[in-house]
Structures are given as structure tokens and as C-alpha cells.
């Protein structure tokens, strides 16, 4: 199985600062046929189902606010939230879906 | 707009099984694929298995193999997931989820959650 390993497992940044959030996989996630990483990453608010923020590693989900990006290719991925907003707090999740299906362990955001 | 809903909360004792439904709306239900995932208390998501479009195929983790059985009622465009030989361990909130497109494995349409105790 692939093992996915998020860090930090929690992390504080200020409003309107730069939150980045990183997760490696114990092997490539990279499709050969369309170049492209099985990679998604969502937010979870207590007592709510998980919502997909980025697909395909970079690809915004429809109506995710464009301060939310996904970079990184083969193990090493990235999510940036570019300008944090009170409403950004909350647990965040990578998943691979080139071998099966593996969620990371979560962080968790909060405001400093 | 695509839903998919649950059935209600569920109290069983260890070593029972347990039947979660998940009836979905809004969309073609046989042209996309639904997934499992769990969530024990304050832990984080675990991911299950995965109903193919027609029904007619499942995989599921290697954690759960012989214990899982997750079927599809096209008809009533519903997908059941069968937990059995319940352990303390199982207490979780049990969601089901479908996939954004075919070959694209993330989910972006969530059930509300179903949650299992397991308690004697």
C-alpha cells in the first residue's frame, strides 16, 4: 500500500499570511498515460463530511477560492492557501488514487 | 443537484454486523463510481472501498477484506455497506462519497455521515 505522510501535523499562521502544507507518498503517484498525479486534497470542518479542494494535484476544484493551490509531481506535493482566512481554519487531508486509495494522517490549521 | 443520503445512526453490540445505505439522486447513478471512507472519534479518514458504476465489481482495503461487503441496488439507485463481526474499534462515522468523474479518483459529492457505535 502506499503510505501518504503529511507535515506538519499542525501548524498556526496569521490572517492574510501564507499557509503551505506538505504530504509525501511512499512512491510515485505519477500516471505514465496522461502525465498527470493521482493526488487530491480536502478540508474538513468539525462535524462535516470532507469537502476536494484540488484534484490531479493541481486542478481546483469548481467553486474552491483561487487562494487554495496544489503543485508538486511524483511523491512531493504541496498545498498553499496564499492569504489565510478566518474560515480556513480546519483539518486538511491529501489522498492518492494511483494505487488504491490512502489519505494522509490530516492538519490541522489554526489561526496564530 | 447530486445528494447522497444516508441511513440513520447505528448502536451495535461486538461481533454483530452492520448495514449503512446510501441512496443517491441528482445524477446518473450507474455512470459513476461511489467510495467508503470512515472516520473513527478524532481520528482521521480511512479509506474502505469502491463500488464500480455498474455494480457489478468492488475493491476494497486490504484492512477490511472478508469482513466488507459493499453491494448496489440499481433500481433504486442505492449502494449498501455490510461492516460484520463488529469490534470495539469500528465505532466511527461511516460516510459514502461519489467520484468526480470516471478515472478521476477523488470524490467530491459526500453522504452526511452514519455513526456506528459499537458497544456492549
Known amino acids: 500500500d502506499i503510505v501518504m505522510t503529511q507535515s506538519p501535523d499542525s501548524l498556526a499562521v496569521s490572517l492574510g499570511e501564507r499557509a503551505t502544507i506538505n504530504c509525501k507518498s511512499s512512491?510515485?503517484?505519477?500516471?505514465?498515460?496522461?502525465?498527470?498525479?493521482?493526488l487530491a486534497w480536502y478540508q474538513q470542518k468539525p462535524g462535516q463530511p470532507p469537502k476536494l479542494l484540488i484534484y490531479?494535484?493541481?486542478t481546483r476544484e469548481s467553486g474552491v477560492p483561487d487562494r487554495f493551490s496544489g503543485s508538486g509531481s511524483g511523491t512531493d506535493f504541496t498545498l498553499t492557501i496564499s492569504s489565510l482566512q478566518a474560515e480556513d481554519v480546519a483539518v486538511y487531508y491529501c489522498?492518492?488514487?494511483?494505487?488504491?486509495?490512502?489519505f494522509g494522517q490530516g492538519t490541522k490549521l489554526e489561526i496564530k | 443537484q447530486v445528494q447522497l443520503v444516508q441511513s440513520g445512526a447505528e448502536v451495535k453490540e461486538p461481533g454483530a454486523s452492520v448495514k449503512v445505505s446510501c441512496k443517491a439522486s441528482?445524477?446518473?447513478?450507474?455512470?459513476?463510481?461511489i467510495h467508503w471512507m470512515r472516520q473513527a472519534p478524532g481520528q482521521g479518514l480511512d479509506w474502505m472501498g469502491r463500488?464500480?458504476?455498474?455494480?457489478?465489481?468492488?475493491i476494497y482495503a486490504q484492512k477490511f477484506q472478508g469482513r466488507l461487503t459493499v453491494t448496489r441496488e440499481v433500481s433504486t439507485s442505492t449502494d449498501y455497506m455490510e461492516l460484520s463481526s463488529l469490534r470495539y474499534d469500528d465505532t466511527a462515522v461511516y460516510y459514502c462519497?461519489?467520484?468526480?468523474?470516471?478515472?478521476?479518483?477523488?470524490?467530491?459529492?459526500w453522504g452526511q455521515g452514519t455513526r456506528v457505535t459499537v458497544s456492549s
Open positions: 462519497a461519489r467520484e468526480v468523474n470516471v478515472g478521476i479518483g477523488a470524490v467530491n459529492y
Open positions: 441528482g445524477y446518473t447513478f450507474t455512470n459513476y463510481y
Open positions: 463500488m464500480n458504476p455498474s455494480g457489478t465489481s468492488t
Open positions: 512512491q510515485s503517484v505519477l500516471y505514465s498515460s496522461n502525465n498527470k498525479n493521482g
Open positions: 490531479w494535484a493541481s
Open positions: 489522498q492518492q488514487f494511483y494505487s488504491s486509495y490512502t
